[in-house]
């Protein structure tokens, strides 16, 4: 009894050590996973701040690098601003008669001073890129130092060039698919170069001059050569009928501006109304100025016109190809009905072979039942029959009286009968007109045909 109580106490006791020994297990492991995790949050802040610092020193090193080469090509002048956009009034520059103000920006007192610093009016004009977070970039002058710090305001011209012709869904540039109503109702006002913004395109400017940009002071060649597209045709219809005028209104309107870059949009005004038009190619480089400066100017078939050409092409191409799937489609059933008549053609002529070997087959085995010809002087009683055929043809042969009259059949059938196969036709005596049943047991002497004489026998097709 005693023996039996400690075995269970000593089971129990052993249980209960298992079980501490598996928690202490359970809870050495959870504070093991939880320490991995830890060290691996650890090891990624630390991977996360040494690529935040790596990516600031190649920021650094960048910004340096650009630093020097702006001071090498700049003459020693070196600015890079990143300013809050902001929509100005083209009053400002219209009310003083301050020319080329059509791409002049509005500064803060800031960029002023640091530019002055520099000693930056020894380059000439001050000029400036402008980039957007978009991708849109374009050049531009400065008309005084005067905005509010951490603001530059920008013209209707370079708010074009940065973000795209109002009303247009592309983010550089204008629409090439708007109709003429649409672009006048849109260009209807003045440019900045020729007057006041209308209180549309302010409010279009408005609605667009927002976020940030960086500004950055530049040098830029002056223009030798600028290439011009028009948005729409009606440029071409109205002003570059006549070169002179083209050559004239031109002029005219790059005075109005500093600087030109590839992919700008300028408005050239022309009696109360103003067209778009894209910078396609500058030179030299990718952007000028065009102060003080003669310059070429070239004016390429409009995007409305390139559009309609290339709709021209695609319609052609469609059309092209529709052609080309139906001249497949007419050489394929042309195939297809050249191999079925190939294949009627072959089977045909198997169906003839088979048949003209079934004829000899039948030939043969009616040979093979016909008697021996008798001789013209025999003894026996015989008469000669001439047998005319359905293809024109005759056969002469002499019969015994005796012969039954179905070895008349089996002699026609061992010449082909004409083309008619056995059981198709029926033996015929012309004079007196007499039917020859071959299904009878009858002579010739039983069918009244008397020897020495000759008879003609017809093929008649029976249905």
Not at 67 to 73: G, P, S, T, Y
């Amino acid at each position: 009894m005693l023996s039996g109580e400690l075995k269970a106490a000593a089971s129990k006791l052993q249980k209960e050590q298992a079980q501490r020994t598996e928690k202490e297990r359970q809870r050495l492991e959870k504070e093991r996973i939880l320490a991995e995790r830890q060290r691996q949050r650890q090891q990624q802040r630390e991977e996360e701040a040494r690529a935040k610092r790596l990516e600031a020193a190649a920021a650094a090193a960048a910004e340096e690098e650009r630093h020097f080469r702006d001071l090498e090509e700049n003459r020693g002048v070196s600015l890079h601003v990143q300013l809050a956009a902001a929509p100005a009034s083209a009053d400002a520059a219209s009310s003083r008669g301050i020319k080329r103000a059509a791409d002049k920006l509005l500064l803060p007192p800031s960029v002023g001073a640091s530019l002055m610093s520099q000693d930056a009016p020894k380059n000439g004009a001050m000029l400036f890129e402008v980039a957007a977070s978009n991708g849109g970039r374009t050049h531009a002058g400065v008309l005084e130092f005067t905005a509010p710090e951490g603001v530059v305001l920008l013209p209707e011209k370079v708010a074009n060039c940065l973000w795209g012709l109002p009303g247009s869904s592309d983010g550089g540039g204008g629409s090439s698919s708007e109709s003429r109503a649409a672009y006048q109702a849109r260009a209807g006002s003045p440019s900045a170069a020729a007057g006041p913004a209308s209180s549309s395109s302010s409010s279009s400017s408005s609605s667009r001059c927002c976020g940030q940009v960086w500004v950055r002071y530049k040098r830029l060649p002056k223009g030798t050569y600028v290439r011009f597209q028009p948005e729409l045709r009606a440029f071409h219809e109205v002003v570059g009928s006549d070169p002179e005028l083209l050559r004239s209104t031109l002029e005219q309107c790059l005075l109005g501006y500093c600087t030109l870059s590839q992919g700008d949009w300028v408005q050239v005004p022309y009696a109360g109304e103003s067209y778009n038009l894209r910078v396609l190619e500058v030179q030299p480089g990718g952007a000028v100025s065009v102060i003080d400066t003669d310059i070429a100017a070239d004016v390429g078939p409009s995007i409305e016109t390139e559009g309609y050409l290339r709709a021209q092409e695609e319609e052609q191409a469609r059309e092209a190809e529709r052609q080309r799937q139906a001249r497949e489609a007419a050489e394929h059933e042309a195939a297809q009905a050249l191999a079925a008549e190939q294949a009627a053609a072959e089977a045909e002529a198997r169906r003839q072979a088979e048949d003209a070997a079934h004829r000899l087959q039948i030939q043969a085995q009616k040979a093979a039942l016909v008697a021996p010809e008798l001789a013209a002087d025999s003894d026996v009683p015989h008469l000669t029959l001439l047998f005319r055929l359905p293809d024109g043809s005759r056969l002469s042969r002499r019969f015994g009286l005796q012969q039954h009259l179905q070895e008349l059949y089996d002699f026609v059938d061992s010449k082909g009968a004409g083309g008619l196969l056995p059981g198709t036709y029926q033996l015929v005596l012309q004079f007196p007109r007499k039917v020859l049943q071959a299904a009878t047991d009858q002579t010739l002497t039983d069918a009244g045909l008397e020897a020495a004489s000759q008879q003609a026998v017809l093929l008649e097709p029976v249905s």
